[in-house]
């Protein structure tokens, strides 16, 4: 039975011009991560299980692709294993590698098995793909490239308000107007859940609050009153679901509501002190918003956590995001080293560009020049030149198997080759060719300087 030709589901192939749009993005993402002083490294595409599992909550762990066991990985699992309803038991017993969920926890282990080779602080830029078995939907897939750049070693809050600068910068020379720009605190959501006693149940807590864009804050509070907070405390939630007006008026509102709270007031005045040092005019089109939605479902973030939005016209979610962890690297033995780290979605942002129409035109392929194959006569003729042309640095193909003018032609037209050579018994006598000028029609005889001086102005 013949296998069907179908992509695995969350997955895709890209077509020269998608392959094009895309590293435009990320080239102009990477021209901005070296503007600020990051350098790139690149982890292995899986990691041991044990350095996943458990950094990212229980639906994180859900999420990983995990990888079984070199060879007879049934060898050694006693049929009370196999047959046990402990999913964690089988898959630790038959699996100890995985695809990587993200490239935060791969650095921190990087960090650690590297420290005595590092300065920090150690600012770090990757653009590699990561993994993840959720449910494939519009801008989310299960394979996915991300865009990270990382500060590890600095608890200093200019670390914040420079990656604010970083996500302005990148979305500027993207030309994609109107982001917006969130951001809230790690430690004013413990603080909330301080003074709604579900202190137990921050990681549901912010699960709920991730959904408020989709559901409304009506649904978000009876989620809220579902995970077990008090009728008498509806009130106070819904005021601080409902805090409005500029970043100052919200830093006062919250200082108001959260007096009581000595880690939510920390929140508050980290979320101030960053507020004063950004340079609003540097942000562009960029809005810098307090939002006290935003809430980020990873478990490491500690401090500060932002997610970038396109133009509301546009329903597609953050098209970027981070945060500050200032206990990551622990898991792996190394204490007291914070960091803060943002990532672009480049699927997202290669959506919001396309419907906008933000992309620069760009060919089917990098070929400036092809040459016509008419007679085997002229083979070696034709190979010597397209050589000369390729030691000049001009980008030269020849048409390989002989064959009409007319199909050589519509080839050529077809990959937008904007120029042709022909070659034929009089060039061939002459030792000279015939360049064509594939969007006007011309043509003219030249020699083969000639050719690279008219292709090398291209």
């Not at 004013?188 to 559901?215: A, P």
């Not at 007006?245 to 919250?254: E, I, K, P, V």
């Amino acid at each position: 039975m013949k296998a069907k030709a179908l992509t695995s589901k969350g997955t895709r192939d890209f077509n020269s011009i998608q392959v094009f749009k895309r590293d435009y993005i990320t080239n102009t993402i990477k021209s901005s991560f070296n503007k600020f002083g990051f350098s790139p490294i690149e982890t292995p595409s899986f990691e041991n299980t044990e350095t996943l599992l458990g950094k990212y909550g229980d639906e994180g762990d859900r999420l990983i692709f995990k990888i079984l066991k070199s060879g007879d990985f049934k060898k050694n699992i006693t049929d009370t294993t196999l047959l046990s309803d402990d999913l964690k038991l089988i898959s630790s017993t038959i699996s100890d590698k995985a695809l990587r969920y993200d490239l935060t926890i791969p650095f921190a282990r990087y960090v650690v098995q590297n420290q005595n080779e590092i300065n920090l602080p150690f600012k770090r830029y990757q653009i590699q793909l990561v993994w993840r078995a959720d449910r494939p939907q519009k801008g989310r897939f299960r394979e996915f490239l991300q865009c990270d750049a990382d500060v590890i070693g600095s608890k200093s809050l200019l670390q914040e308000v420079d990656f604010i600068h970083l996500f302005s910068d990148v979305f500027k020379n993207l030309n994609i107007p109107n982001c917006k720009i969130r951001i809230n605190h790690r430690k004013i959501l413990i603080g909330l859940s301080e003074i709604l006693n579900l202190e137990n149940k921050l990681v549901e807590l912010t699960v709920v609050l991730d959904k408020i864009d989709k559901i409304g804050l009506v649904k978000v509070v009876d989620q809220f009153i579902d995970l077990g907070l008090e009728e008498s405390l509806r009130p106070f939630l819904i005021k601080y679901l409902s805090i409005d007006g500029d970043f100052d008026t919200r830093l006062n509102s919250l200082k108001t509501l959260f007096k009581s709270s000595k880690v939510g007031l920390e929140g508050v005045e980290d979320l101030s002190i960053i507020n004063k040092l950004v340079i609003v005019d540097d942000l562009n089109t960029t809005k810098f918003v307090l939002d006290t939605s935003l809430a980020r479902g990873l478990s490491y973030y500690t401090g500060a956590i932002f997610e970038v939005n396109a133009s509301d016209d546009i329903d597609i979610g953050s098209i970027a995001a981070g945060g500050r962890y200032d206990d990551l690297t622990s898991v792996f033995g190394l204490n007291d080293v914070s960091g803060i780290g943002i990532s672009f979605g480049l699927d997202r942002i290669y959506i919001v560009m396309d419907s906008m129409n933000l992309f620069p035109e760009f060919n089917t392929s990098n070929t400036k020049v092809l040459f016509t194959n008419s007679n085997s006569k002229y083979t070696k003729y034709i190979i010597e030149a397209v050589s000369c042309l390729r030691a000049n640095n001009i980008n030269s193909d020849f048409y390989p198997d002989i064959s009409s003018l007319k199909k050589q032609l519509k080839y050529a037209n077809n990959i937008q080759v904007p120029y042709v050579i022909i070659v034929e018994e009089n060039e061939y006598e002459s030792s000279s060719f015939c360049l064509k000028n594939m969007k006007d029609g011309t043509q003219r005889v030249v020699s083969i300087k000639e050719i690279i001086e008219i292709l090398s102005e291209l």
